[in-house]
């Protein structure tokens, strides 16, 4: 995230016309939008780099981001990033590899999601219905099941126990969330539709890649190492610190959000290919992909991937379970040249729950009775998940700023 839960008071003199409070890739894209509309913008980062969860590491030659990172080609990130003339480079993931069920049994899985309809897993009649889910998903309004539960929306499509694990295993891959009881189907859904569809991209040196071409957009001044722990006195302020305990910190508000979806990971990098470059878990509730295709993620001749455990409201991380299922993927420990374990970390600040209404519950970008103060996250508007919604709620953040200060004269 872009500053920290506990923040410091820190005053600062509005020398912009817009304060963002925060330099994750929200904040850097709601700076680099109202700095292209002509509006001088100040970025406070508390850390003293930007990117928050966008950053990417740098160990023994190779770059790892903060947990398995993809951009999704027909999502509202990578729209709001072309229209700042950003065009993100990267190639999709090879999805050749295996499935893993009972934490014993492996599979082959030749391609995409659409392959799982080839696997040996399935009997006749299971790959019957599972196709006629999959081939009519793209003929799902996702806006019609936001009161809809994930695991309701599966169990209403299939009858099947089989199909419905598989239904479930693709949404926790799509939405990186292991709450079906309170996932909204319309998040599920419309992930679905996305992988689907174009599919996503593995970015070329990691997510810092995006971090560095949002800050390259002229017009914004930053202030790392600056943590803020009370409103500035500007004319406009965008809040997008991240995580929304954060933002409810700094503005005295309580937002009425869903729980957050969490992953423990362990990035492993290898001295040769792994055996299968995918591999998914229908139980446990993992995946493992390769990572270090994408160019500059490796050193040359070497490999990287990643295994995440999508956790659950009962499971708490534990290593042991990801080793497991490295070995489990046919990962040679003799060939591990690095690693890295991240024992909890948020994929989703906030999901979008059933019992809220889906993405139309969520918190807007507007803050109730505070004019000229906006916020960012994950976790706002009504438009998109995960990075997708990041992008959509800074530009409907930039948008609001923009209109917020045409109606008032501009700094001198």
Not at 175 to 197: C, E, F, K, R
Not at 206 to 231: S, T
Request: glycine content about 12%; proline content about 6%.
């Amino acid at each position: 995230m872009g500053m920290n839960d506990n923040v410091l008071s820190t005053s600062h003199a509005p020398t912009s016309d817009v304060h963002v409070i925060g330099g994750g890739l929200g904040g850097l894209a709601a700076a680099a939008l109202v700095a292209r509309a002509g509006r001088t913008v100040t970025v406070h980062e508390a850390r003293g780099r930007l990117g928050g969860r966008g950053t990417t590491d740098r160990k023994d030659g190779f770059r790892l981001n903060q947990g398995p990172h993809a951009l999704y080609r027909a999502g509202e990130a990578d729209r709001v990033l072309r229209s700042l003339g950003i065009t993100p480079s990267g190639h999709a993931p090879n999805l050749r590899g295996a499935m893993m069920a009972d934490g014993e049994r492996v599979g082959l899985s030749p391609g995409g999601p659409l392959s799982l309809l080839r696997s040996p897993m399935l009997g006749g009649r299971d790959k019957f219905e599972l196709a006629s889910v999959l081939a009519g998903v793209n003929r799902v309004d996702p806006s019609g099941l936001a009161s809809v539960s994930a695991r309701e929306w599966v169990e209403q499509v299939s009858s099947r126990d089989r199909v419905r694990e598989i239904l479930h295993t693709v949404i926790r891959l799509a939405t990186y969330t292991n709450l079906p009881d309170v996932l909204s189907a319309d998040v599920a859904v419309m992930q679905v539709q996305l992988a689907l569809g174009k599919g996503v991209i593995y970015l070329d040196r990691g997510w810092e890649q995006l971090v560095e071409m949002l800050a390259q957009v002229p017009g914004v001044r930053y202030e790392r190492d600056d943590h803020v722990g009370e409103m500035p006195d500007a004319p406009c302020v965008i809040v997008a610190t991240g995580s929304p305990r954060a933002a409810a910190n700094l503005l005295g508000v309580q937002f009425d959000i869903g729980p957050c979806a969490e992953v423990s990971v362990l990035d492993v990098g290898l001295a040769q290919r792994p055996r299968h470059g995918f591999v998914l878990g229908i139980d446990p509730p993992m995946y493992l992909s390769n990572h270090g295709f994408p160019e500059g993620m490796t050193p040359q001749g070497a490999s990287l991937v990643s295994v995440a455990e999508y956790l659950s409201a009962d499971n708490e991380p534990d290593r042991n379970r990801l080793e497991a299922f490295l070995a489990h993927a046919g990962i040679d420990a003799g060939a591990i040249m690095t690693e890295r374990y991240l024992h909890r970390m948020p994929a989703v600040s906030a999901i979008a729950t059933a019992e809220a209404g889906g993405l139309r519950g969520r918190p807007r970008s507007v803050t109730k009775g505070r004019p000229g103060v906006f916020v960012v996250g994950d976790w706002v508007g009504s438009r998109g998940h995960l990075l997708d919604a990041v992008l959509a709620s800074a530009e409907d953040a930039a948008l609001g700023a923009i209109s917020y200060l045409e109606r008032r004269p501009a700094m001198r």
